[in-house]
């Protein structure tokens, strides 16, 4: 039995359709779980709770974690640590595996011009300071406490299918350009910003969750390399629907009005960093061991428009 708590999200999504080709039995957990593939079998639970967590973890090999609490920083701070103590905690009891697919919010800001898995970790943000938390919990269960885990790590991810207010890329660049209005772009246009596509990270995950030398190791989910400048991907996207490629920048004032009207860009202010400068994140780790290449910019941003635009 492989299980995903936090099915429902976009990343829990994609990974579901993967799983079938190494398992025939998929247990989807979440508060309202809904089949991806015709055998998968539902749980409805609260994953804060602990026995209905229990529960849902009960009889698996291996179990992801692809839950996504709300986007806040004070959600964060109370649901993270308590969610994924009881995780490691139940995964050692019932002797399975635990994949956690992560961010990179823990990264040092000066560093996060290249981006690898051996990335100083001083997290600037609080919302990075509770990721490191988390992360640290994992490793350090896998070196004193005999837990299998890994960590699957993405960059921002975009994708078909990705919830138009769950994705900074929807918001501000596709959504606008779509209705025939400006991109926006945070802090300077002029700097590279890395993307994982979904559909990519799905795929790597389920392919690291069934490699038994996989663990015990953090991994960067394949990412597209020589990421391009927010003002190459508005160019980019505004080509692809045939509209005017124009950018308006929005400084660190203007996404705090912004989030007046927009909670994912409130929430965004104190991760300015990643665009202020180059966010570049490299997956040549997991690309050299697995020999796969990620999905170019090109092709998955075609895809998005194809998909969620047309």
Same mark, same amino acid.
């Given at each position: 039995?492989?299980?995903?708590?936090?099915?429902?999200?976009?990343?829990?999504?994609?990974?579901?359709?993967?799983?079938?080709?190494?398992?025939?039995?998929?247990?989807?957990?979440?508060?309202?779980?809904?089949?991806?593939?015709?055998?998968?079998?539902?749980?409805?639970?609260?994953?804060?709770?602990?026995?209905?967590?229990?529960? @849902?973890?009960?009889?698996?090999?291996?179990?992801?974690?692809?839950?996504?609490?709300?986007?806040?920083?004070?959600?964060?701070?109370?649901?993270?640590?308590?969610?994924?103590?009881?995780?490691?905690?139940?995964?050692?009891?019932?002797?399975?595996?635990?994949?956690?697919?992560?961010?990179?919010?823990?990264?040092?800001?000066? !560093?996060?011009?290249?981006?690898?898995?051996?990335?100083?970790?001083?997290?600037?943000?609080?919302?990075?300071?509770?990721?490191?938390?988390?992360?640290?919990?994992?490793?350090?269960?896998?070196?004193?406490?005999?837990?299998?885990?890994?960590?699957?790590?993405?960059?921002?991810?975009?994708?078909?299918?990705?919830?138009?207010?769950?994705?900074?890329?929807?918001?501000?660049?596709?959504?606008?350009?779509?209705?025939?209005?400006?991109?926006?772009?945070?802090?300077?246009?002029?700097?590279? !910003?890395?993307?994982?596509?979904?559909?990519?990270?799905?795929?790597?995950?389920?392919?690291?969750?069934?490699?038994?030398?996989?663990?015990?190791?953090?991994? !960067?989910?394949?990412?597209?390399?020589?990421?391009?400048?927010?003002?190459?991907?508005?160019?980019?996207? @505004?080509?692809?629907?045939?509209?005017?490629?124009?950018?308006?920048?929005?400084?660190?004032?203007?996404?705090?009005?912004?989030?007046?009207?927009?909670?994912?860009?409130?929430?965004?202010?104190?991760?300015?960093?990643?665009?202020?400068?180059?966010?570049?994140?490299?997956?040549?780790?997991?690309?050299?061991?697995?020999?796969?290449?990620?999905?170019?910019?090109?092709?998955?941003?075609?895809?998005?428009?194809?998909?969620?635009?047309?």
């Amino acid at each position: 039995m492989q299980t995903i708590l936090g099915s429902g999200g976009i990343i829990g999504i994609e990974l579901a359709k993967e799983l079938p080709k190494y398992t025939d039995r998929v247990r989807l957990v979440a508060r309202n779980p809904k089949k991806v593939n015709d055998k998968d079998e539902l749980v409805k639970a609260d994953v804060l709770d602990y026995a209905q967590l229990v529960k @849902a973890i009960a009889g698996s090999d291996i179990v992801y974690v692809t839950v996504g609490f709300e986007y806040n920083t004070k959600v964060w701070q109370e649901s993270w640590p308590k969610f994924m103590r009881n995780v490691i905690e139940i995964c050692k009891k019932e002797d399975c595996k635990l994949v956690f697919f992560d961010n990179v919010y823990m990264y040092d800001e000066n !560093h996060i011009g290249k981006m690898t898995e051996n990335t100083p970790i001083n997290p600037p943000s609080k919302k990075g300071k509770v990721r490191a938390e988390i992360a640290n919990m994992i490793l350090d269960a896998v070196k004193n406490d005999g837990l299998k885990a890994l960590i699957a790590r993405s960059a921002d991810f975009y994708g078909p299918g990705v919830p138009k207010n769950n994705s900074l890329l929807n918001e501000i660049v596709f959504k606008p350009l779509s209705n025939g209005k400006k991109a926006n772009w945070l802090c300077s246009p002029e700097h590279k !910003h890395s993307f994982t596509y979904t559909v990519d990270a799905g795929k790597a995950t389920a392919l690291l969750g069934n490699t038994e030398k996989a663990y015990g190791q953090v991994w !960067h989910l394949p990412t597209a390399s020589n990421p391009m400048t927010g003002k190459e991907i508005v160019n980019l996207a @505004a080509s692809k629907f045939g509209a005017s490629p124009k950018i308006q920048n929005a400084p660190r004032f203007l996404v705090k009005l912004m989030g007046l009207f927009m909670p994912i860009m409130k929430e965004s202010v104190e991760m300015l960093y990643q665009y202020d400068r180059d966010y570049v994140f490299d997956s040549s780790k997991f690309e050299k061991e697995f020999g796969i290449s990620p999905t170019s910019y090109e092709d998955g941003i075609s895809e998005v428009i194809k998909t969620d635009y047309k």
